[in-house]
């Protein structure tokens, strides 16, 4: 088999589905937004700011790890900074081959500079529609959809996902929860969720990252989750060896197809996984469980859609029949209406892969 380059896998059309805005910002545009705002930052140097999140991140701990978002969301106050973060958040995404996106941020946490929630979404998506429109004139189209994210230890859910269900004509795709697991349960928000389904809404809830599968179990069976943002400890539901066993409720999320959306480096960073080569996606793909591959934080873990898939090469030996079918898997798992999910997979990413794998 011929080695598979980096620089090839920037080419293939890629899809990403667990993508936080405020995870992703350019160094350089931090150190120009912290000064504009007078905000206080480890360093100036675009340079050495961009290795300290890196290095902050890889503490082990998703407490930890959350932590470096004071620096990002803080220069993220005024609509022209979230327009111009979510701008180039597509460029980057599409001058890294990533054809579809779903980019997630919390609405509640921009809201300093006396934004309404409605505007602060308005900016995203404007920002959005510039990059996206950017991108095509530079013959690297991309689409992205919104998802509106509430934050698990706050109190509004059910605000957030009317929100979301308020601009989804206008690109926002889903909603989701996040922040620490531990002892913030997603059944605290499920009025939230039985809204969006009244609603016919898409929705994903981090769980099965930090905490295991009570996580996951109540994700799954009481909020009716669509996707499972990470979902990487689904593993511990199964029993290794040469057969491996799945228990209850890993075999549900399998037959079910239920997407799980596993970032790779985030995971080794918030000791979710001990390494890439001792990352969990191994087993779940040889099971078949419906894997999705994405960055998370580009900033925080220094990634991109083309560096996970290569470590992933590195690690496990993938060739481009295995990375087409991660790509596939999250096409098929897009909060986009089916047939245009359909369209990207048949005219975009099929033919794409086709020439590569003869």
């Not at 909060?335 to 794409?352: G, Q």
Request: with cysteine.
């Amino acid at each position: 088999m011929v080695a598979i380059r980096y620089e090839d896998i920037v080419k293939v059309p890629k899809a990403l589905l667990h993508d936080h805005l405020d995870g992703g910002l350019r160094p350089a545009t931090v150190v120009e937004l912290a000064a504009e705002v007078g905000h206080e930052l480890p360093t100036t140097d675009p340079e050495a700011l961009g290795r300290w999140f890196v290095d902050a991140a890889n503490s082990g701990s998703l407490e930890r790890y959350l932590e470096t978002f004071a620096h990002t969301v803080a220069v993220m106050q005024t609509a022209p900074a979230l327009r111009r973060v979510a701008r180039e958040c597509a460029l980057d995404l599409a001058a890294d081959g990533v054809v579809y996106a779903e980019v997630r941020f919390a609405p509640e946490q921009h809201l300093e500079q006396n934004l309404t929630l409605d505007e602060v979404v308005e900016a995203v998506v404007a920002g959005f529609t510039e990059g996206a429109a950017q991108a095509a004139e530079a013959g690297t189209p991309i689409r992205i959809g919104t998802l509106l994210t509430a934050m698990r230890h706050a109190a509004r859910s059910q605000e957030i996902a009317e929100l979301a269900v308020r601009h989804r004509d206008t690109g926002v795709v889903g909603f989701d929860i996040a922040g620490a697991e531990a002892g913030f349960p997603p059944t605290r928000h499920l009025d939230a969720f039985e809204y969006l389904q009244r609603e016919n809404f898409h929705f994903t809830i981090h769980a099965g990252e930090a905490f295991g599968l009570p996580s996951i179990w109540q994700a799954i069976q009481w909020c009716g989750a669509d996707r499972l943002g990470h979902g990487v400890r689904i593993v511990d539901d199964i029993t290794p060896g040469q057969r491996p066993v799945l228990g209850r409720l890993a075999a549900y999320v399998r037959d079910k197809r239920i997407p799980l959306e596993l970032c790779p480096s985030s995971n080794v960073q918030t000791g979710a996984a001990a390494s890439i080569v001792d990352h969990p996606i191994g087993l779940l793909r040889d099971l078949r469980f419906r894997v999705t591959v994405n960055t998370d934080n580009r900033l925080m873990s220094g990634t991109s859609m083309s560096r996970e898939m290569a470590l992933l090469v590195e690690a496990f030996g993938y060739g481009w029949k295995e990375l087409q079918w991660f790509t596939i898997n999250a096409m098929k798992s897009a909060f986009i209406p089916f047939d245009e999910r359909l369209e990207i997979i048949d005219e975009v990413i099929k033919p794409a892969y086709a020439k590569l794998l003869g």
